[in-house]
């Protein structure tokens, strides 16, 4: 049979370590992908962490509320005291006029704690708050991501992943150890993530309902992402110890090791710790912080 294709581990070393390079400098812009990710969507609900509210209040809105109140319950937490959020929020909804700003010392707030970053020089996203008419614009029904931001992010997105999954696809379709059936998966299917993506951000705008179709789109791209990555690098530079001798004298050594440390009666006292560990959980949860959590709430609700 003629070959068609050169495979991945008989490529020349300085192709190797091209692909190689590409493939660790895109590897590490997905994990700061990730992070920024998990800073701007990630705060969205006030809580650290990505959840479905995130993506609810990134792009349908918090549709209760205004722009400036989510922001300060949100993302923008961490910017005022506790005290200040709540001064900025009870104008916020008294109507945002000129003359409390003035007389509620809000203009004094503002200025000590958001203009270092909301001022003329900052980008787009971050709107400038020495213009009064800008705060002004935020105190209206927070209704998420608009249709320009989301304009700009699309086709950027588009563009630019297309790019990423362009060369780490290429890289991939050399690779032997994979079927031509799942390597047309793996190499097509971040693209219909990719669109499935975008279009569900513009399909939770119009519906929350949309926000885990993002989320699944994203865990999709991620696996192919990761799939094609670790075959290629393996196959490249440890295409004889992984793929022939099993792992090779490493991944017998390993092997070794794990069974000399986890015998089996380890393991099964492992497994009845973690799930002692999971029985005092859940008996907390139930008998403490749901308590609490009713007591705080109850709290605010006098408050009010
Ligand atoms: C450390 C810098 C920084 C500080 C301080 C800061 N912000 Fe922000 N703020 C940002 C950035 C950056 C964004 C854009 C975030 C994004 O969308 O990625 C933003 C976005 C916002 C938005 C959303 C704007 C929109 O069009 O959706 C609001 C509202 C906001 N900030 C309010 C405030 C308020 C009120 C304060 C002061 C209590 C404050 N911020 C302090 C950096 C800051």
């Known amino acids: 049979m003629t070959q068609k294709y050169l495979p991945l581990k008989d490529h020349d070393t300085p192709v190797k370590v091209l692909f190689t390079g590409y493939l660790c400098a895109v590897g590490i812009g997905y994990f700061f992908a990730l992070l920024q990710i998990l800073f701007t969507h990630g705060m969205a ?8 509210d995130d993506i609810v209040y990134s792009y349908y809105g918090n549709r209760s509320g205004t722009v400036l109140e989510t922001q300060l319950n949100g993302a923008m937490k961490d910017n005022a005291s506790e005290e200040q959020r709540f001064k900025i929020i009870q104008w916020v909804r008294d109507g945002a006029e000129l003359e409390d700003y003035k007389s509620k010392g809000i203009d004094s707030i503002i200025e000590e704690r958001c203009v270092m970053c909301h001022n003329a020089q900052a980008p787009a996203n971050t709107p400038d708050f020495t213009q009064f008419e800008n705060l002004k614009k935020l105190s209206t029904q927070d209704t998420g991501a608009t249709f320009s931001s989301l304009t700009r992010v699309s086709h950027v997105h588009l563009f630019g992943i297309s790019f990423i999954f362009m060369f780490v696809g290429l890289i991939f379709s050399f690779s032997e150890t994979t079927s031509t059936r799942y390597k047309c998966i793996a190499i097509g299917m971040p693209y219909i993530f990719l669109v499935t993506d975008i279009l569900s951000w513009w399909l939770t705008k119009v519906h929350p309902m949309f926000a885990w179709l993002i989320i699944l789109a994203g865990m999709g791209m991620g696996i192919s992402f990761i799939f094609m990555w670790v075959i290629s690098l393996l196959e490249m530079w440890a295409y004889q110890q992984i793929f022939i001798e099993n792992g090779g004298v490493y991944g017998q050594k390993l092997k070794a090791l794990y069974a000399a440390t986890i015998t ?20 907390q949860w139930l008998n403490t ?9 109850n709290n605010i609700k006098r408050s009010e």
Do not use: C, N, Q, T
């Open 289 to 297: 912080i749901i308590p609490f959590l009713k007591k705080l709430l």
């Open 45 to 52: 609900d006030g809580k650290f962490g990505l959840s479905i």
């Open 264 to 283: 089996p009666e380890r393991r099964a006292w492992l497994l009845s710790m973690l799930s002692l560990v999971r029985e005092k959980a859940h008996e």
